[in-house]
């Protein structure tokens, strides 16, 4: 069985930034990708940014430029840093991982976005 762990969501202005951790119970090196997925409030959950195990990264329209989804290998994390926030960015975010032996989800985190 595979946990991942989500951390670092919270309250922030318009403009400001946060970083998102994801940490898993394997090593990530065994994950054919990493991603994060948010869900706005009444909405439904929508990727955000993938990583591939071979560094490939994939990011919606909406957040290009402003967000970064990389990886620590030696402390099985990935993060999510997350610039210029918007008040549409706030979601509760996902970690997802795609493993050999399924699909993985975390708990789930809360950003804010608020004035």
């Known amino acids: 069985q595979v946990q991942l762990v989500e951390s670092g969501g919270g309250l922030v202005q318009p403009g400001g930034s946060l970083r998102l951790s994801c940490s898993a119970s394997?090593?990530?090196?065994?994950?054919?990708?990493m991603a994060w997925y948010r869900q706005p409030p009444v909405k439904q959950r929508e990727l955000v940014a993938s990583?591939?195990?071979?560094?490939?990264?994939v990011y919606a329209d909406s957040v290009k430029g402003r967000f970064t989804i990389f990886r620590d290998n030696a402390k099985n994390t990935v993060y999510l840093q997350m610039n210029s926030l918007k008040l549409e960015d706030t979601a509760v975010y996902y970690c997802?991982?795609?493993?050999?032996?399924?699909?993985?989800w975390g708990q789930g985190t809360q950003v804010t976005v608020s004035s």
């Open positions: 990583l591939t195990r071979y560094g490939l990264t």
């Open positions: 394997r090593s990530i090196s065994s994950f054919n990708a």
């Open positions: 997802n991982g795609d493993h050999y032996s399924g699909q993985y």
